[in-house]
């Protein structure tokens, strides 16, 4: 199984820190932020990653090369202006191949075990989320999930971790170089009940601002 960094992101509510390094290469814990997850990734068994950027891209490919160091092979696929998340992925299908592939957020920190998630897309289902518990500043979380079902609606709520599997088939409708969110794909699959998922209860943060940032930096360090 491939697997897709999602690194396009502008990182707004990051600045000034973004505004001369990507947010992906932001440090944490001693080395940025996608090293973590390429040191994962390289980990569970995968080979073949590909990355997308948009802001400071050349300093990603600057920083991670072919991927080589971490005995991974890198592809980039690179965008004008982001994309955002569904357009993104969309744009890199041809990289990405026919088979279902891993898809992670570049601006989160888990340790969501990527080896066991190789086999958990069932033929009839598009995606496979990872979901965890709803964290301050997302308290109504992203979806219901009740009796290992994934559910638009309903009590016990958890929040989408950036981190599932996806069969190209549900990009179908996105044409290359196209700005498309993910949510309403994710919704259609759901109601189509083409859609799974499962809880991580392990680690789990959204670096979303300089200060959740230098709060895991002094956690890890720790």
């Not at 219901?144 to 958890?158: A, H, I, T, V």
């Amino acid at each position: 199984m491939k697997a897709m960094i999602l690194a396009a992101g502008r990182g707004e509510r990051m600045r000034p820190l973004t505004d001369h390094t990507p947010k992906p290469l932001l440090e944490v814990g001693g080395k940025p932020l996608i090293v973590w997850h390429l040191e994962r990734l390289a980990a569970a068994g995968f080979k073949e990653v590909v990355i997308n950027h948009a802001h400071l891209g050349s300093q990603i490919e600057a920083a991670l090369g072919n991927g080589s160091c971490w005995g991974l092979s890198i592809r980039y696929s690179p965008e004008q202006e982001a994309l955002e998340t569904a357009g993104g992925i969309a744009n890199a299908l041809p990289l990405l191949g026919d088979a279902p592939f891993l898809v992670i957020n570049g601006d989160v920190f888990a340790d969501i075990d990527f080896a066991h998630l190789v086999n958990v897309l069932p033929e009839v289902q598009l995606a496979y989320l990872v979901l965890v518990d709803n964290p301050p500043q997302h308290a109504n979380g992203d979806f219901s999930f009740d009796q290992g079902k994934l559910l638009l609606e309903g009590s016990n709520r958890l929040t989408f971790s950036g981190v599932a599997v996806y069969r190209p088939q549900l990009f179908n409708g996105i044409m290359r170089g196209q700005v498309a969110k993910l949510a309403p794909l994710l919704k259609e699959a759901i109601m189509r009940e083409q859609a799974g998922a499962e809880y991580h209860p392990g680690i789990w943060h959204d670096i979303g601002t300089p200060e959740r940032l230098q709060e895991l930096d002094r956690q890890l360090l720790a």
